[in-house]
């Protein structure tokens, strides 16, 4: 008897893997992100970063003289008195 029942043609057959969405909704994000990798890498080689100037350490240098110079009539309110309220000759020199 029970023989006759795997080959009764009114038993229900299963649908094929492909023919559920919930299969495509779980193999759709590792495929978005094998398809993101690649994007980004393309971008990655197609559009290389500028080249630093070969001469970054004494630009700084020069930034930093250049800071270190400043007006000290500009310092601020603790270190250089007041000077908003300070007259410009009694201003620190």
Do not use: C
Not at 12 to 17: E, F, Q, S
Not at 42 to 62: H, K, M, N, T
Request: proline letters at 9%.
């Amino acid at each position: 008897m029970a023989s006759n029942a795997v080959l009764d043609a009114s038993a229900p057959v299963a649908a094929p893997w492909w023919k559920f969405g919930h299969v495509w909704l779980i193999i759709a994000g590792p495929v978005i992100v094998i398809i993101a990798g690649f994007v980004t890498l393309w971008l990655a080689i197609s559009r290389p970063d500028p080249v630093v100037a070969e001469d970054y350490y004494r630009q700084g240098v020069e930034i930093n003289k250049t800071l270190q110079g400043t007006d000290k009539s500009l310092l601020p309110a603790v270190k250089g008195r007041n000077h908003a309220a300070t007259p410009a000759q009694d201003a620190p020199r």
